[in-house]
């Protein structure tokens, strides 16, 4: 098995055990070195979160030293929430008694950026005496041209403490602008989701059978780099100058080591302090990472990766409870074709539910939950032309998850479409279905919206199901989702580090700080033996085998 599949198996046995401390004293937030105001306004905000996890021990005080950290942890360990609560006890950086941008988070997509400035605005919101809202944070993600208008305006004007956005956003920003971002006076940068965002190959090795596709894909790298690592290398352009002489000239290095007199030069570049992170670091890209990038400054760095520990001996994705109350998540595999629905084979009984298992939340009306949806309407012509072109779905596979939903889902499902899916055509057809379907966004969409901010365990009378694309699903946290629908295999038709580390992902939008739920994938049937290579079915045995996770059967479907 892989490194990073063994991590993930293990720290999924293992979620839910990660905040108690090992001799068994427990830390506090405010032990980490955050300010006592802050502390007291983030608790009021997340009433369920008490102690900081092993991670957060570790890397808050990193950032709050200024040191570089490359972060990983299993999705839903608490790595973006407590990134977001460093980055808010950090000091104000000011040239001339005016405030610049101190922190730069960066992300993969605005459904994210929304989500962290919603937790930012929850804290504020329940600050004894907030400062104005866009002093403390914004947002800047490409919106039809408004972050080079109205977003250029606000940002110039005043100069958030943390500013989130795309890579794609921010670039357009500084080429238009090369003072507006302030990149020299930036304190911290980080780039959640960095595996997304700075794509990397395996290292080539002649001998191996995919040599080539490898060498393929290095040169389209090459070529085109992405915006993420265009972005990283102007803002730590000096650094990748230094590390590089330091590559050329080991011995002059040495010397300055021996002498104690490193930490020098990178502190007097005046570079900001790097932080990288993602659930799924795979080696490649932390030797890029490391040898190759040039922006992590080598002598600061401190690596923190979550629990290991195995628990009960090995995974099983039919386990239930353990010892800390923290749930499993279950993975299932429905195959679809017009004779009918089944169970991928070798799927086994799913454990009974405890009585507090899911489902026995608080009884809430839909409008509670939502603050009415009237915005995701699907356009009136929009639906005539739906009516006269091919659907690109397959009905099969809807109604499946569709009858799935009605039949399963308590109050929030997430459907997970491939990455260029269209995805109103998706609400629309599930909506002909009867399905309370709705787009997934965190900006203007209040439904998904109301579930980022509701507390979870609601029971809706009419639930609904969020629709995404794997493009805009990283990172998210909906307290709230006890099923996440995955459409077709993760990242195309290739079974690979991606699509494992996709499966991940989509996963891990369930099951988050031991919350556990259930993962169903449906795949078209091509009513082949799942033994023979190629086929859907042995495709998804083998991502669930490369992380040791065993699929459950789905019953209604038995
Ligand atoms: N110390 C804590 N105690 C309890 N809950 C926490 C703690 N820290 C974070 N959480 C909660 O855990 C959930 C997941 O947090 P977050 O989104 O930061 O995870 P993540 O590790 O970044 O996930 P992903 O890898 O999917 O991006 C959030 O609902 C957050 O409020």
Known sequence: MSRSAESYADALAAQGTSIVDKEGERATFKDLGLHAPMTASFRTAFPNILYPTE?????????????????????????????????????????????????????????????????????????????????????????????LGVGL????????H??????????DIHRSDSQALQLSMLSSVVVDEVDYLVETVPRKDP???????????????????????????????????????????????QQ?????????????????????????????????????????????????????VKRNGRLSSASHQNDDGAKATQHSVILVSEHGIRNISGAILPVEESSEGEGSGQRVSPEAVFALQDDGDVDGKVSENYSTTRSPFNPNALEAIATAFAVDVPSVA??????????????????????????????????GRSHLLSGGEAVSENPTLLVSTLATTRGLDLPELTHVFMLGIPEGPKVNGRSVDAYVHIAGRVGRFGRGGKVITVLEDDEKDEKEVGSEGSKMKRILGRLEITPVRFEPFE
């Open 414 to 447: 997430l459907l997970v479409l491939p990455a260029s899916s269209p995805l109103q055509r998706a609400v629309h057809e599930l909506r002909e279905l009867g399905i309370n379907a709705y787009g997934l966004d965190l900006h203007s969409g209040t439904a």
């Open 55 to 147: 991670t957060q021990r570790e890397f808050i005080p990193a950032i709050l030293e200024g040191k570089d950290v490359l972060l990983s942890d299993v999705t839903g360990s608490g790595k973006s929430f407590g990134l977001v609560i460093a980055l808010l006890n950090k000091p104000r950086t000011k040239a001339q008694n005016a405030d610049n941008i101190t922190s730069l988070f960066i992300v993969p997509h605005r459904d994210l950026a929304y989500q962290l400035f919603h937790w930012i605005q929850k804290v504020l919101n329940v600050s004894n005496t907030p400062p104005p809202l866009s002093s403390v944070v914004q947002v800047l993600v490409r919106d039809g041209g408004s972050h």
């Open 207 to 253: 001998q191996k059978s995919f040599y080539k596709t490898t060498k393929k894909a290095e040169q389209k790298i090459q070529a085109h780099p992405g915006v993420t690592r265009q972005l990283l290398d102007i803002i730590f352009a000096r650094r990748k100058e230094l590390n590089e002489r330091r590559r050329d000239e080991p011995g002059l290095f």
């Open 153 to 160: 305006s606000t940002l110039k004007e005043q100069p958030p």
């Open 162 to 171: 943390i500013l989130i956005g795309t890579p794609q956003a921010l670039v």
């Open 256 to 308: 300055r080591r021996r002498a104690n007199i490193l930490d020098g030069p990178m502190r007097r570049l005046g570079t900001p302090q790097l932080i990288l992170s993602s659930a799924t670091l795979r080696t490649h890209l932390k030797n890029y990472l490391f040898d190759e990038s040039g922006w992590l400054d080598k002598d600061n760095v401190l690596k923190v990766a979550g629990n290991k």
